[in-house]
Every structure is written in C-alpha cells, then in structure tokens.
C-alpha cells in the first residue's frame, strides 16, 4: 500500500559481471539519493550468488560477487516505500576479453562557488577514473559522455584514457568533463549520465553514472520575541 504517489527509480549498477570475484555496487536514486531501498542482488543459475540489503545515505549498497558460470544471468532487484520496484539483469562474461566501464569521479566546481557540491547555474569539472574489468588490455581508449536531461548541457564530452591493462584503471586528470547545471535544477535534483567507451579495435562498451545537485535547505532554528 502506498502511502504517497510513487517515485519512479534511477538505478545503477554494471551491465557486465566478469568470472571471478569482483565487486558489484547499486546505486538508487529518485528525486535524490534513496536510502534504506531494499537490494537483492541474485543468479539465475548459481545459488550461491544471492544477497540482500539496504542501500546507505548516498543510495548506494555493494556487494562482491563470486561468479563462476559464464553467460549467467544476474538480477537486480530494488524495493522500497513509496518506489516503483526495479527490476534489471546483468550478464557475466568470461575474463578473456577487455571490459572498460565508469569507476567513480570527481567534484571540481572552483569555476563556481567551491563547495564541493554540485550547485545550479554552475560549471562543473568532473575528473573520472574509468576500469578495465576484463583479462585483456584495451588499446586507445577514447570515452565520451552523454546526457538526455534536459537541465545540463556537457561544454566538453571527449576524453582520452590511452591504454589500459587488463584490471587496471585509467583517469582523465584533473582536466574531466565538464558540464553546466540550470538555474531550474533544485536539492537533490539526480542528474543521469552515460559513459560510452571504445577502443582501437572498436570495441564499445557502455555504462552510466549519476550526480545529485545541492542547494541551500532554509530550516526553522529558533525565535526570538521583542
């Protein structure tokens, strides 16, 4: 039963999992992040791949998976008051190919006020580190990121990563993507982003990312009668 009209979820979480123990996290977002969303994550032919739990502060929850059977199917559940549940899969792949795909990034927004927080209105540099999760290198890595939202225009999408070993990562440097934030774009406001990788032999590989916006929350702190 809902007690409020229900949120439609963002969720991330990799599209591939590789043989082999890896790591394996879930974002949830909606308007902002979701915590305490309940998470299972499971396989549809290995029972020994099944976890369950409650994703943090940031929405965010992980996992190590221990996959063993190439070409499984992994499904990733996510529940939670007032939500709409989600429902996706990933696939594992044998670890004799390259698999490059988002790690994490940066917040640099000294272009604006220099919190630290992804503000509206401002210029966002964002450094990210990419990972190739697979038992192969990838040659001439070339990432551009893409967005739909409509509250975010990307001023610089290209970035070169070169050669990455296999299980190794690769970074921008401090010169990342960058991106403008509307005015419009209110507290908590969850910004989705995709990385599209490719290599020298034109390998594609994609995955997505999220940031939230912040702004300043007016609370009540105390009154003072004259």
């Known amino acids: 039963i809902w007690s409020a009209p229900p949120q439609e979820l963002t969720v991330n979480h990799p599209a591939v999992v590789m043989i082999g123990s890896f790591p394996f ?16 994550v499971m396989s549809k032919t290995d029972t020994s791949i099944y976890f369950v739990g409650r ?5 965010q929850i992980d996992f190590v998976i221990n996959a063993t059977i190439p070409a499984d199917s992994i ?27 988002f790690l994490r990034y940066l917040i640099d927004d000294s272009m604006g006020n220099n919190d630290g927080i992804i503000n509206p209105g401002e210029e966002i540099n964002l450094p990210l580190l990419v990972k190739n999760w697979g038992g192969l290198g990838a040659n001439s890595v070339i990432g551009k990121v893409t967005s739909s939202d409509s509250l975010v225009v990307i001023t610089d999408s290209v970035k070169d990563f070169g050669n990455i070993g296999a299980n ?21 406001y969850t910004i989705r982003f995709n990385l599209e990788c490719r290599d020298a032999l034109d390998s594609v590989w994609n995955s997505s990312f999220c940031v939230v916006v912040g702004t300043p929350v007016i609370v009540y702190a105390d009154k003072t009668i004259y």
């Open 75 to 101: 499904f990733v559940t996510v529940t939670g008051r007032n939500l709409y549940p989600y429902r996706g899969v990933a696939l594992t792949t044998a670890p004799n190919t390259p698999y490059v795909t």
């Open 168 to 188: 190794d990562s690769a970074y921008t440097g401090q010169d990342g993507y960058k991106f403008l934030v509307s005015e419009r774009a209110t507290n908590r």
């Open 55 to 59: 994703t943090n502060s940031a929405g």
């Open 25 to 40: 996290s879930v974002q949830v977002a909606a308007s902002g992040p979701v915590a305490n969303a309940l998470v299972c």
